[in-house]
Protein backbone atom coordinates (compact mmCIF):
# COMPACT_ATOMS: atom_id res chain seq x y z
CA UNK A 1 0.00 0.00 0.00
CA UNK A 2 1.10 3.86 -0.56
CA UNK A 3 0.97 4.22 3.32
CA UNK A 4 3.48 1.45 3.73
CA UNK A 5 5.79 3.06 1.06
CA UNK A 6 6.40 6.00 2.84
CA UNK A 7 6.57 4.87 6.21
CA UNK A 8 9.61 2.22 4.96
CA UNK A 9 11.25 5.37 2.53
CA UNK A 10 10.43 7.78 6.09
CA UNK A 11 12.51 4.99 8.13
CA UNK A 12 15.04 4.56 5.73
CA UNK A 13 15.40 8.03 5.54
CA UNK A 14 16.05 8.53 9.40
CA UNK A 15 18.10 5.68 9.86
CA UNK A 16 20.45 6.70 7.08
CA UNK A 17 20.71 9.77 9.03
CA UNK A 18 21.48 8.12 11.99
CA UNK A 19 24.58 6.60 10.35
CA UNK A 20 25.62 10.23 8.33
CA UNK A 21 25.70 11.86 11.59
CA UNK A 22 27.75 8.54 13.02
CA UNK A 23 30.17 9.17 10.19
CA UNK A 24 30.75 12.71 10.40
CA UNK A 25 31.08 13.08 14.59
CA UNK A 26 33.39 10.28 13.55
CA UNK A 27 35.48 12.33 11.39
CA UNK A 28 35.60 15.15 13.64
CA UNK A 29 36.83 13.24 16.76
CA UNK A 30 39.66 10.75 14.95
CA UNK A 31 40.56 13.45 12.36
CA UNK A 32 39.83 12.61 8.86
CA UNK A 33 43.39 11.74 7.61
CA UNK A 34 46.23 12.28 10.03
CA UNK A 35 48.95 10.05 11.42
CA UNK A 36 47.38 8.77 14.06
CA UNK A 37 46.52 5.05 14.40
CA UNK A 38 43.04 6.47 15.00
CA UNK A 39 42.29 8.08 12.39
CA UNK A 40 38.66 7.91 10.23
CA UNK A 41 40.46 6.30 7.13
CA UNK A 42 42.90 3.91 8.90
CA UNK A 43 39.99 2.10 10.19
CA UNK A 44 38.25 -0.52 7.18
CA UNK A 45 35.17 -0.54 9.65
CA UNK A 46 34.96 3.06 8.86
CA UNK A 47 35.55 2.64 5.08
CA UNK A 48 32.93 -0.05 5.38
CA UNK A 49 30.00 2.22 6.51
CA UNK A 50 31.26 5.13 4.45
CA UNK A 51 30.78 3.28 1.57
CA UNK A 52 27.79 1.86 2.52
CA UNK A 53 26.05 4.86 3.41
CA UNK A 54 27.13 6.58 -0.04
CA UNK A 55 25.89 3.74 -2.12
CA UNK A 56 22.72 3.65 0.30
CA UNK A 57 22.48 7.72 -0.78
CA UNK A 58 22.66 6.87 -4.06
CA UNK A 59 19.68 3.64 -3.69
CA UNK A 60 17.17 6.27 -2.66
CA UNK A 61 17.34 8.09 -5.95
CA UNK A 62 16.31 4.86 -7.86
CA UNK A 63 12.87 4.69 -8.76
CA UNK A 64 11.56 1.02 -9.07
CA UNK A 65 10.12 1.27 -12.40
CA UNK A 66 13.62 1.60 -13.93
CA UNK A 67 13.78 0.84 -17.45
CA UNK A 68 15.75 -2.69 -17.89
CA UNK A 69 19.27 -1.27 -19.44
CA UNK A 70 22.54 -2.51 -17.99
CA UNK A 71 22.80 0.67 -16.26
CA UNK A 72 20.04 0.42 -13.88
CA UNK A 73 20.65 -3.49 -13.35
CA UNK A 74 23.71 -2.80 -11.90
CA UNK A 75 21.61 0.32 -9.29
CA UNK A 76 19.34 -2.12 -8.22
CA UNK A 77 22.30 -4.42 -7.43
CA UNK A 78 23.66 -1.73 -5.57
CA UNK A 79 20.52 -0.82 -3.51
CA UNK A 80 21.78 -4.72 -2.15
CA UNK A 81 24.13 -3.17 -0.22
CA UNK A 82 21.59 -1.44 2.35
CA UNK A 83 22.00 -5.04 4.36
CA UNK A 84 25.35 -3.97 5.34
CA UNK A 85 24.11 -1.35 7.47
CA UNK A 86 23.61 -3.56 10.20
CA UNK A 87 27.32 -4.52 10.45
CA UNK A 88 28.37 -1.11 11.54
CA UNK A 89 27.28 -1.57 14.74
CA UNK A 90 29.89 -4.45 15.02
CA UNK A 91 32.12 -1.58 14.94
CA UNK A 92 30.52 -0.28 18.46
CA UNK A 93 30.34 -3.92 19.58
CA UNK A 94 33.86 -5.69 20.60
CA UNK A 95 32.50 -8.99 21.27
CA UNK A 96 30.91 -9.17 17.40
CA UNK A 97 34.31 -7.85 15.96
CA UNK A 98 35.71 -11.24 17.20
CA UNK A 99 32.56 -13.36 16.42
CA UNK A 100 32.88 -11.63 12.65
CA UNK A 101 36.89 -12.17 12.61
CA UNK A 102 36.32 -15.81 13.90
CA UNK A 103 33.30 -16.81 11.43
CA UNK A 104 35.52 -14.86 8.17
CA UNK A 105 38.83 -16.59 9.59
CA UNK A 106 37.28 -20.31 9.37
CA UNK A 107 34.92 -19.72 6.15
CA UNK A 108 37.61 -21.04 4.23
CA UNK A 109 37.70 -24.35 6.06
CA UNK A 110 33.57 -24.96 5.98
CA UNK A 111 34.14 -24.08 2.33
CA UNK A 112 36.47 -27.11 1.76
CA UNK A 113 34.23 -29.09 4.09
CA UNK A 114 31.19 -28.33 2.51
CA UNK A 115 32.92 -29.75 -1.25
CA UNK A 116 34.19 -32.79 0.45
CA UNK A 117 30.30 -33.47 1.81
Known amino acids: SAAAKTTLLVSDICLLSVFVI???LKMFAYGV???SKESFFRSGWNIMDLFVVVISFAALGIPKSYGASSASNTLKAMKSAKALLPLEFIVHLPGLQI???SLIGAAGSMLGVG???
Do not use: C
Open 22 to 24: DIV
Open 115 to 117: AIA
Open 99 to 101: VSH
Open 33 to 35: WNK
